[in-house]
């Protein structure tokens, strides 16, 4: 049975950084094209960034390149998103996505 869970968010400050991780079961991460995305409050999904199955290549949005870092550890069959320099307009719930399954997100929230 696929599972995906999200951990590591949190309260932070404007320029502070988070690192989110995506634990996954039933399946093999590296078998398939894994992205996060987030929904910010009254808003709708807004896909964050993607890492390619095989090539393990990585591409992200505009507004977090620079910011954001998506890796996997195959061993441990997790995904993770490393963010810095987080800004007010981060604040959502982030989700890991395979496919069109998503866990239950886990919320980010950036003020001072």
């Known amino acids: 049975q696929v599972q995906l869970v999200e951990s590591g968010g949190g309260l932070v400050q404007p320029g502070g950084s988070l690192r989110l991780s995506c634990a996954a079961s039933?399946?093999?991460?590296?078998?398939?094209?894994m992205k996060w995305v987030r929904q910010a409050p009254g808003k709708g999904l807004e896909w964050v960034s993607e890492i390619n199955s095989s090539s393990g290549s990585t591409y992200y949005a505009d507004f977090v390149k620079g910011r954001f870092t998506m890796s996997r550890d195959n061993a441990k069959n997790t995904l993770y998103l490393q963010m810095n320099s987080l800004q007010p307009e981060d604040t959502a719930v982030y989700y890991c996505q395979k496919g069109s399954r998503r866990g239950q997100g886990t919320q980010v929230t950036v003020s001072s």
């Open positions: 039933g399946f093999i991460i590296s078998s398939y094209s």
